[in-house]
């Protein structure tokens, strides 16, 4: 008999992988490190194997590869991000006559992408990715969210989606410390520092110094 489970949807990652695209594909010239062709070739790399894991949920194998593709699309994206905000401070120092406007629009830029990798990144490692959290499968937990002991008010088989670690990423970047979510282990303290390293780095830098020259 066909073991049935409820599929987590893939269209919010999916939208996220295109607008990490989308944003690295426009940011300035000077820090521009992907060719025009890039980013479609791996927006379909990428996304491909989270459509075929929605047409045949039951398959492990496309499971696999969506967690494999997934993950090398955060660290790929993620070394883009970072050299692109390398070479924005660099400019930032070296040419002290770069504009205001571009620096503010260069960190913002930079600070959603840190976001939405990080969150795709804690949603397929949290629990052992959304496919063993769909399954049941009892994996130790990365990350303690309230709604697990919020009791009667909320869902039984309540389960964290892309949704919910899209929220963590945005707070630990904006806050630089754990808020809704606490961290349990080692791996997961590590990512969360990772992510507020950049993002402190974008706003007290570069986008600090572009509100000053603004000013």
Not at 142 to 166: E, I, K, N, T
Request: aromatic share 10%; net charge positive.
């Amino acid at each position: 008999m066909t073991e049935i489970y409820r599929v987590e949807s893939r269209w919010p990652p999916m939208l996220a992988v295109l607008a990490v695209l989308f944003v690295l594909e426009i940011l300035p010239v000077r820090i521009r490190l992907l060719p025009t062709w890039a980013p479609l070739v791996v927006a379909i790399a990428t996304v491909a194997p989270m459509m075929a894991v929605m047409m045949a949920p039951t398959s492990a194998s496309w499971a696999r590869i969506e967690r494999g593709v997934a993950l090398l699309f955060a660290v790929f994206a993620a070394t883009v991000a970072v050299a692109a905000l390398a070479m924005l401070v660099h400019a930032m120092v070296a040419r002290p006559e770069i504009r205001g406007l571009n620096l503010l629009t260069s960190s913002v830029a930079v600070w959603a992408v840190n976001i939405l990798l990080f969150s795709l990144v804690y949603w397929q490692v949290d629990r052992g990715g959304p496919t063993a959290r769909a399954r049941g499968v009892t994996v130790m937990p990365d990350w303690l969210f309230p709604h697990q002991g919020a009791g009667r008010d909320v869902p039984p088989d309540w389960r964290p989606s892309y949704v919910d670690y899209f929220f963590l990423g945005f707070a630990t970047a904006t806050a630089f410390s754990p808020t809704d979510a606490l961290p349990l282990t080692a791996r997961a303290k590590l990512l969360m520092v990772v992510e507020s390293t950049i993002s402190l780095v974008t706003i007290v830098m570069v986008a600090g110094r572009a509100v000053n020259i603004l000013r």
